[in-house]
């Protein structure tokens, strides 16, 4: 099998969206453009 042939999955890309501010951000992703929050800074 060559090169080419043979790809490893990395799997999906999750976009990292730092804010200075957190809820108002990201009551917008998640309402407005569907993201789903899947974590969050600890004590931010």
């Known amino acids: 099998m060559g090169t080419k042939e043979k790809m490893t999955s990395i799997g ?3 976009p990292e969206l730092p804010v200075a501010e957190v809820e108002r951000p990201q009551q917008h ?13 600890p004590g931010k």
Do not use: K
């Not at 992703?29 to 800074?41: C, P, T």
């Open 12 to 14: 999906q890309p999750v």
């Open 29 to 41: 992703y998640r309402d407005a453009l569907g993201f789903e929050i899947g974590w969050l800074y």
